[in-house]
């Protein structure tokens, strides 16, 4: 009988060895690895998960379009071996019989929490915004454009432009994340540019045609920023050949001058019967001059 209790205490000491050491593979329940949990997983169980949850695609909302990035596009890779390897450092941290022991007891051990490691590539992320979001996805501003027969400009329209560096750091945090793998994207406003000067010359045209003017309009324009110019000669729907330029007067062009030295000379409300005869100047224009002469004015009609 002692003999047989002997054996029976062995054999059963035995299984639970057995059994003890089979659950000792597996990963303390409460374990996670990069927030995920892996508790009662073994090593390949767990790299399995880890891998699932952060395949996931990073959804991507920028205005009305809904896009799904792929982890891989932006050259997303879990570290799963040096994670792995924590965890296994962390599961074994106890020394066999005395987890055995605990085990007999039905002390369980608490797992412990293992950091994220993982990497990306910011050039391949970077490279898809600008070249497959910002393309596709961005909206223009236009300028303003001329109403035909009129002397008025339609309005320019703003347009959307994706902020990439921010848009960069919300995509960092959804990659490394297992649960919120949601990202607005932001973008910024873009104002319109200004109207071309091609589409100005075209309503200083029109503008010609409307008021039915029937003396010859000299024109030259030269935009200082982008060495752009506009220059013309032009009467009753017909171009004039400049080379050599017509002749004109300074006639009312002169004013500017005079006016702008005024009004570096005097104070706003320093000599009011000086301010009164300039405006005269510049509001009563008349222009008398002997026949076969010309001359012109200036208005301006650029909008704002």
């Known amino acids: 009988m002692s003999v047989f209790i002997l054996l029976a205490a062995i054999a059963l000491t035995t299984l639970q060895v057995v059994r003890f050491s089979r659950l000792r593979i597996n990963y303390p329940q409460g374990t996670t690895i990069g927030g995920v949990p892996v508790g009662g997983l073994n090593r390949q169980g767990a790299a ?14 920028y205005g009305d379009d809904i896009i799904r990035l792929s982890p891989s596009v932006a050259g997303f890779e879990l ?3 040096s994670m792995l390897a924590a965890a296994d450092q962390a599961r074994t941290r106890q020394p066999f019989w005395p987890a055995y022991w605990d085990f007999l007891w039905g002390r369980q051990t608490q797992g412990e929490a293992i950091p994220l490691r993982a990497n990306y590539s910011e050039a391949r992320l970077r490279s898809y915004l600008e070249e497959e979001i910002a393309l596709r996805y961005d909206k223009p501003s236009s300028p303003a454009q001329p109403q035909v027969g009129t002397v008025k400009f ?3 329209i703003y347009g959307t432009e994706l902020d990439v560096d921010q848009a960069i750091l919300s995509i960092e945090r959804a990659l490394y994340s297992n649960t919120d793998r949601t990202v607005t994207l932001p973008n910024k406003l873009t104002t319109p540019p200004l109207p071309s000067l091609q589409n100005l010359e075209i309503l200083l045209k029109q503008t010609i045609d409307i008021s039915e003017f029937e003396g010859i309009t000299g024109f030259y324009l030269f935009n200082l920023d982008t060495n752009e110019e506009i220059h013309f000669a032009y009467q009753q729907g017909e171009e004039i050949p400049v080379n050599p330029d017509v002749a004109f007067t300074t006639a009312s062009i002169v004013k500017i001058p005079i006016m702008t030295s005024i009004f570096r000379r005097v104070e ?10 300039l405006q005269k100047m510049i509001i009563e224009s008349g222009n008398p001059r002997p026949i076969g002469s010309w001359s012109g004015s200036f208005i301006p009609i650029w909008p704002p």
Request: no cysteine; net charge negative; proline share 10%.
């Open 48 to 61: 399995q998960r880890l891998l699932e949850a952060y395949s996931l695609p990073v959804e991507l909302r």
């Open 79 to 81: 570290d799963l071996e």
């Open 154 to 156: 339609e309005p320019g």
């Open 268 to 277: 706003e409300d320093e000599d009011p019967e000086t301010l009164n005869l």
